[in-house]
């Protein structure tokens, strides 16, 4: 994959004024119209962790996979504290099964008032708001007749905790396929509790299967498919698949498995459940070729996803921020896109 890359678009994927933008997932409509879908928030909060106590989901669209895309509407925004994604919607993955979309996504609330310019210098990860928030992350599910919506939301998560589990302190990334015969496989990002009973452990990738996308999601094995102690701390796991079986793009967290931390990592299955590292593993490097002639090293370079057309990968997308690396070190973030050559 990473020989495969072309230039990236200077003016491609999706770039909102005021707002920080993250972690896109493209499908095409049946008109014809690519539909994105990704997480924002405003920039008064800082990028991380303004995310998980007021992300949005919007949808915007564009006449060709590389965009740029336009904005068309919030898809799934704040609903009230009393619902367990009623303050954050983040992390979507669009599918389509026959006449239904249906979009996954990681949901969290929090019982307080809300974070505003006037208290903001009080909002850190060791806040109220990100202990709450960060504690009930969940992974749940819309769906929809249309790429525009309305979303019909579910009141309850589709992918909770378990406890004494790789996942008992919060589940969220989901990376489903839905197959020929209707049924999921969905890749998860789990933390579980550490020996103190109160802090998260680190990240692992399980993964759950249903008989249909409106079924019983059910966690497979005891244990993860990644993480330190198997293959590798990886995040962002994305996977699509052909005749011949499963893929997975991913975040190498650790550079344990690529040799560079942040840099992309290539993996098959083929049934989904059981995995292999690619021998040649490297699928991307956060440096981007851009068709301006420039050739830059970007400060982050995450939640890659594989757009399929025709049974075919042609274009992989990233959520990037501008600066030296780091979260807090970055002035801007936009979703990107590079077209494969082949």
Same mark, same amino acid.
Request: glycine letters at 12%; hydrophobic letters at 35%.
């Given at each position: 994959?990473?020989?495969?890359?072309?230039?990236?678009?200077?003016?491609?994927?999706?770039?909102?004024?005021?707002?920080?933008?993250?972690?896109?997932?493209?499908?095409?409509?049946?008109?014809?119209?690519? /539909?994105?879908?990704?997480? @924002?928030?405003?920039?008064?909060?800082?990028?991380?962790?303004?995310?998980?106590?007021?992300?949005?989901?919007?949808?915007?669209?564009?006449?060709?996979?590389?965009?740029?895309?336009?904005?068309?509407?919030?898809?799934?925004?704040? @609903?009230?504290?009393?619902?367990?994604? =009623?303050?954050?919607?983040? /992390?979507?993955?669009?599918?389509?099964?026959?006449?239904?979309?249906?979009?996954?996504?990681?949901?969290?609330?929090?019982?307080?008032?809300?974070?505003?310019?006037? /208290?903001?210098?009080?909002?850190?990860?060791?806040?109220?708001?990100?202990?709450?928030?960060?504690? =009930?992350?969940?992974?749940?599910?819309? $769906?929809?007749?249309?790429?525009? =919506?309305?979303?019909? @939301?579910? %009141?309850?998560?589709?992918?909770?905790?378990?406890?004494?589990?790789?996942?008992?302190?919060?589940?969220?990334?989901?990376?489903?396929?839905?197959?020929?015969?209707?049924?999921?496989?969905?890749?998860?990002? *789990?933390? %579980?509790?550490?020996?103190?009973?109160?802090?998260?452990?680190?990240?692992?990738?399980?993964?759950a299967t249903a008989p249909s996308y409106d079924g019983k999601y059910t966690v497979m094995g005891d244990k993860p498919l990644f993480s330190v102690d198997h293959f590798g701390e990886i995040e962002d796991p994305h996977i699509w698949g052909d005749a011949t079986g499963f893929y997975m793009v991913a975040k190498d967290q650790r550079g344990t498995?690529?040799?560079?931390?942040?840099?992309?990592?290539?993996?098959?299955?083929?049934?989904?459940?059981?995995?292999?590292?690619?021998?040649?593993?490297?699928?991307?490097?956060?440096?981007?070729?851009? %068709?301006?002639?420039? $050739?830059?090293?970007?400060?982050?370079?995450? @939640?890659?996803?594989?757009?399929?057309?025709?049974?075919?990968?042609?274009?992989?997308?990233?959520?990037?921020?501008?600066?030296? *690396?780091?979260?807090?070190?970055? $002035?801007? $973030?936009?979703?990107?896109?590079?077209?494969?050559?082949?």
């Amino acid at each position: 994959m990473s020989e495969n890359l072309a230039e990236a678009p200077v003016h491609g994927g999706l770039e909102m004024d005021g707002y920080w933008v993250w972690g896109s997932s493209v499908i095409k409509g049946n008109d014809g119209i690519y /539909n994105m879908y990704a997480s @924002r928030w405003p920039k008064y909060l800082p990028f991380h962790p303004g995310w998980m106590i007021a992300s949005e989901i919007v949808h915007a669209t564009s006449k060709t996979p590389e965009g740029p895309y336009t904005f068309q509407e919030v898809a799934l925004g704040a @609903r009230g504290a009393q619902f367990w994604d =009623g303050r954050s919607c983040h /992390n979507p993955k669009i599918v389509k099964y026959k006449d239904t979309y249906i979009l996954y996504y990681m949901g969290s609330t929090h019982p307080f008032e809300d974070v505003t310019l006037e /208290n903001v210098n009080q909002f850190d990860l060791k806040s109220k708001w990100c202990i709450a928030g960060r504690w =009930g992350k969940r992974i749940g599910m819309a $769906t929809s007749k249309s790429p525009n =919506g309305p979303w019909v @939301r579910l %009141d309850t998560p589709i992918l909770d905790v378990k406890p004494n589990s790789f996942y008992s302190y919060l589940t969220s990334n989901p990376s489903p396929l839905i197959k020929d015969d209707g049924s999921v496989v969905l890749l998860f990002k *789990g933390r %579980d509790y550490k020996a103190d009973g109160i802090t998260n452990g680190d990240m692992n990738i399980g993964v759950a299967t249903a008989p249909s996308y409106d079924g019983k999601y059910t966690v497979m094995g005891d244990k993860p498919l990644f993480s330190v102690d198997h293959f590798g701390e990886i995040e962002d796991p994305h996977i699509w698949g052909d005749a011949t079986g499963f893929y997975m793009v991913a975040k190498d967290q650790r550079g344990t498995i690529t040799g560079t931390a942040g840099d992309g990592l290539l993996a098959h299955s083929k049934d989904g459940l059981q995995w292999e590292v690619d021998k040649n593993p490297k699928a991307y490097t956060k440096t981007v070729h851009w %068709d301006n002639g420039k $050739t830059i090293t970007q400060g982050q370079l995450e @939640r890659p996803f594989v757009l399929v057309e025709d049974g075919k990968p042609t274009h992989i997308f990233f959520a990037t921020m501008d600066g030296p *690396g780091g979260f807090g070190n970055g $002035t801007k $973030t936009w979703n990107m896109v590079i077209p494969f050559k082949n």
